[in-house]
């Protein structure tokens, strides 16, 4: 039986998992886009409907989490990285079909 840690939840995954993208994309448009404004280039990306194919990308950064709460032996905080991967997912496939 492994002892349970306090990172070791579903809601740290969950929560990380959530915001990794977030930052990934926020990262993409200060290094690439600074120049323009956030609600502008929000707008244009939006415009050229490539908003969902960018934030789809933004979302394999969770892959490295997910195998660094896999190899501390954090499955429940694994979990919650896969459960907010698959948010991303259904939320891209939903905005795809309307």
């Not at 960018?54 to 989490?65: H, M, R």
């Amino acid at each position: 039986m492994r002892k349970s840690t306090r990172y070791d939840r579903i809601f740290t995954g969950w929560i990380i998992g959530i915001i990794a993208p977030l930052i990934i994309f926020l990262i993409v448009y200060q290094v690439k886009y600074s120049e323009m404004n956030l609600s502008v280039y929000l707008r244009n990306i939006w415009q050229m409907k490539i908003f969902l194919k960018i934030l789809s990308l933004c979302v394999f950064p969770n892959l490295g989490f997910f195998f660094f709460f896999y190899r501390l032996k954090y499955d429940m905080a694994a979990r919650g990285v896969i459960m907010a991967t698959f948010m991303y997912a259904f939320a891209v496939l939903i905005a795809k079909v309307m």
